[in-house]
């Protein structure tokens, strides 16, 4: 059933009104892989690369293992008032790591931002699913995806404030997190859950025992877990190591080097959700596995990237690397949610989202923390983007192997 265009009008409503959250999120992850250089000076306590991924590590797994308590959340209550309710935290913990002092205080402030963002991404795109059905999915979960990408592009350019004297890494803290707070109100007054969303408490309570039981006994739903997690991990080392590779391999300035490392690739995303998000649509229209086949390609890309990032032997060639990367991962990241939706029922959506985050991030965190140490003990780049390549060759066959329903899941 097609929706009215009332009704279609507000679904993309909801995606524009999500944009500069999704946008805020991962700002600030961006930001401290750009400002690294200016944030270890200002801070001594911190005093190896390992304690920098340590300082990675904490977000993520505090962000992991809560995040599928933070999808239960939105499945049982109200996905408006958790999305709110994380900005607004967030914004408040932005602010205070502008103003953090010493290792253990960042360390703090990290993992509150954990706990702030592990509700968000859940929940909203929960929230996208119940309002974009099958014909528009993919493209309104890609173009929220794109202001992740637009977050890391401008996070891209904090190295340049970092380093002008009349601004500074804790400038940039302060105001990402006032910002927060001004959009908070306005976002909670324009939300709405969706009728459909809202399953009544008895029926929540009577099935909650068969609803775990059904997620985690899914076959296809482990398979869909393991294929987020593997090509993550190097997205993560790419995320947060990128700027510093790059300003150490070719000696750069931070602000070139946040800018080469964060930019192409995004931009890259940028175009490869767009055009992911319609061919998986579009691709849909003739079998079920569409969105599956499109998210293969886009892992199929990784091989190429990853060996040419690892291989690089000028700036240049490094950036195609990159781009080709950024590409893939948006063919990859437009369909997780919808490729989820053909096989959980609806009312298990976010704590499905939130299962695959505490599992993905979680590894993200210690792939964070290992590149650290590995750098460290001088350990080759070549040969620790080889084994990611492999990761994303293994994930091909993975993604393949899950066999969506043939209609979609519904609430019983």
Known sequence: MNPSPKA???????????????????????????????????????ANRADWGLVLGCFKWTYAVLSPFGGYIADRFSKRYVIGASLLVWSLVTWWTGHATTFHELIAARALMGLSEAFYMPAALALIAEYHLGPTRSRAVGVHQTGIYVGQILGGFAGYMADSPDHGWRWMFSTCGMLGVIYALPLLAALRDPVRAMPSPAASVDRKPAAWRDLLGNRNFILLVLYFTLPAIAGWVVRDWMPEILREKFSLGQGKAGVSAILYVQLASFVGVLIGGTLADRWMKTTNRGRIYTSAIG????????????????????????????????????????ILCQIVRPELRATGYGIMNFVSISCGGFGDWAFGALRDRHVPLNLTFGVFAGLALLSIFIVLLIKPARTEPVIE
Not at 16 to 38: E, H, I
Not at 307 to 335: E, R, S
């Open 8 to 46: 279609l009008h507000y679904a993309w409503f909801i995606v524009a009104l999500l944009f500069p959250v999704a946008l805020l999120n991962y700002l600030d992850r961006q930001m401290m892989a750009t400002m690294k250089a200016s944030m270890v000076h200002d801070i001594p306590s911190i």
């Open 299 to 338: 892992m199929a890309l990784f091989l190429p990237a990853l060996f040419g990032v690892g291989n690089a032997p000028t700036l240049t060639i490094a950036i195609m690397g990159l781009i080709i990367f950024g590409f893939g991962w948006g063919f990859f990241d437009c369909n997780n949610m919808p």
